[in-house]
């Protein structure tokens, strides 16, 4: 006997209500294999479209690395610029300042020596000496006001970083190697040496030799 006339010998056993059952359980059955084929379909686009979110991120995030580093290079390269501007500058007020202090001192040496040289007994002289130490005195003070101070060695011990020896003498009493005279007082700008103090050096006696 045949698989279809054994169903059809089952189903002519089953009452009208069995078989009706029977229906819509299968029936039911058909909808549930559609609902899981259609829940698949949709869970897969939903996985598709998070990958493309996921892609989509990844490069969002290298896009933002890439534009966070560039910042980070454009804000070096301007801080670069700046420092190397502020460089300029403060070179170009130093040489300008040296370029000034060096026009002014020569005045400088000029007006002490008309005050070395000039007759100070001699009254007639009078007035011309006191407009001379006012001149003076103000160029000096000027000259401190952009932080201009003279080296003034006398009676100190040589130093070849701040003083040019232009000669040398043996000096009784005074220990060897000692400023004994200056002949040009020299200048420092902002602490910096600009100009060395000319001097005259004393220098030891020879020995004497005691052998003979």
């Not at 990844?58 to 301007?78: C, G, H, L, N, P």
């Not at 003070?141 to 003034?152: C, R």
Request: glycine share 2%; no cysteine; hydrophobic share 40%.
């Amino acid at each position: 006997m045949t698989t279809e006339s054994t169903e059809n010998k089952n189903n002519a056993e089953l009452t009208p209500e069995e078989i009706a059952a029977q229906e819509i359980i299968a029936q039911a059955e058909e909808q549930v294999e559609e609902q899981h084929e259609h829940a698949h379909e949709v869970i897969s686009e939903e996985q598709e479209r998070i990958n493309e979110l996921e892609l989509a991120l990844v490069a969002a995030q290298a896009t933002v690395a890439d534009q966070k580093d560039s910042v980070i290079r454009a804000k070096a390269e301007v801080d670069n610029v700046r420092r190397r501007a502020a460089q300029d500058v403060e070179k170009a007020r130093k040489f300008a300042l040296e370029k000034f202090a060096g026009e002014m001192l020569t005045t400088v040496d000029n007006l002490e020596r008309a005050l070395q040289s000039i007759d100070k007994d001699d009254e007639s002289n009078k007035s011309i000496i006191e407009g001379i130490e006012l001149t003076y005195q103000g160029l000096l003070a000027s000259l401190e006001k952009f932080s201009i101070k003279a080296v003034d060695p006398q009676d100190q011990p040589f130093n070849p970083e701040l003083h040019q020896a232009m000669s040398m003498q043996e000096v009784e009493g005074v220990a060897p190697n000692t400023v004994i005279a200056v002949m040009q007082k020299g200048y420092e700008l902002n602490g910096r040496l600009i100009r060395p103090a000319m001097v005259m050096v004393s220098k030891a006696a020879p020995s004497v030799d005691t052998s003979a």
